[in-house]
């Protein structure tokens, strides 16, 4: 369900209460073509912890949020595009990209809202090369900043990929960190089938393709890598709020990573799937991809 953030949790944290804005009497022209706020994306890649940070901004005060993908279909986008504006907002979500940009970045009316910003996955519109740069351009044109989630474990992202795709057949979220009995989960081991894998690295290094085109190009980028976030969060958090100009951002006051271990215990037929994907193009990266990417788990107090 994209409406509910809740089912998208990578980490077990705490926040605070988001704050909400009415709708207020200004014209869609007015909306639209607001320059008083600070337009950022978050820019990533699947399972980079992407849906972490994004509530965090989500719950910071000041901050408009689209918390839903919302190049993820027509749908999303048009869901977005009505989230917090009146009902003669709401678009079809075949516009161009401008359009869809200045409907997306158009804050709440009657709000204390000095930030607008989305998180625009990767993998997501990003179909050809024209379509990257139309995004660059307009990200220059209208000074917007982005944050940029950098998980370069293409490996251990394609283990989380196939992980969740079989919570989901199941019917347990990744989130959920203690069974019916409330005895901690252990993480599932899965045999992966050669075929599955090559084809999730290929999928994955071409949205990277497109991720590093969109950070190397950019002018205004901050990009937080993924151990950053599981190693010391509210120090990523401070950053992030700083990069944006904010004078408060939400902080995290637990945090744990979903998946941890080495790729033996995570992956039932690890020795085959090794000697496969060491007789192919990413022998050179095995060894580092399979080293453990957070090497110990920080708690935060407040």
């Known amino acids: ?18 704050a909400f804005w009415a709708p207020g009497d200004k014209s869609l022209n007015e909306r639209v073509n607001s320059e008083d706020v600070q337009k ?22 000041h901050v408009a949020y689209h918390y839903n993908e919302c190049f993820h279909s027509e749908h999303s986008m048009n869901h977005c595009f009505s989230e917090w504006a009146s009902p003669q907002m709401k678009e079809t979500g075949s516009q161009n990209l401008p359009r869809q940009l200045d409907l997306l970045f158009s804050p709440p009316s009657a709000s204390n809202v000095t930030h607008v910003g989305f998180k625009w996955m990767a993998n997501q519109h990003f179909e050809n090369k024209s379509q990257v740069v139309e995004a660059l351009e307009y990200i220059e044109e209208n000074q917007v900043k ?15 990929r196939y992980d969740m795709r079989v919570r989901e057949r199941i019917g347990e979220h990744i989130f959920d960190k203690t069974d019916e009995n409330n005895h901690r989960r252990v993480p599932h081991s899965h045999m992966i089938p050669e075929s599955w894998i090559d084809g999730c690295l290929k999928r994955t290094k071409m949205n990277a393709a497109t991720f590093n085109q969109i950070i190397n190009t950019a002018k205004d980028v901050i990009v937080i890598t993924y151990s950053d976030l599981c190693s010391d969060a509210n120090r990523v958090l401070r950053k992030v709020g700083k990069f944006l100009g904010l004078q408060e951002i939400a902080q995290a006051s637990e945090l744990r990573k979903s998946h941890s271990g080495s790729m033996h215990d995570l992956v039932k037929n690890w020795g085959k799937l090794r000697q496969h994907l060491l007789n192919g193009p990413y022998a050179d990266q095995i060894e580092k991809w399979e080293a453990e990417e957070c090497m110990q788990t920080h708690t935060h107090k407040q």
């Not at 982005?146 to 394609?158: I, M, P, T």
């Open 40 to 61: 950022f994306i978050l820019l990533a890649t699947p399972r980079s912890g992407s849906s972490w940070m994004s509530q965090m901004l989500e719950g910071t005060d």
């Open 1 to 18: 369900n994209m409406s509910n953030p809740i089912t998208h949790l990578a980490f077990v944290f705490l926040i605070p209460c988001a």
């Open 146 to 160: 982005v944050v940029a989630l950098d998980r370069s474990n293409l490996l251990r992202k394609c283990y989380s």
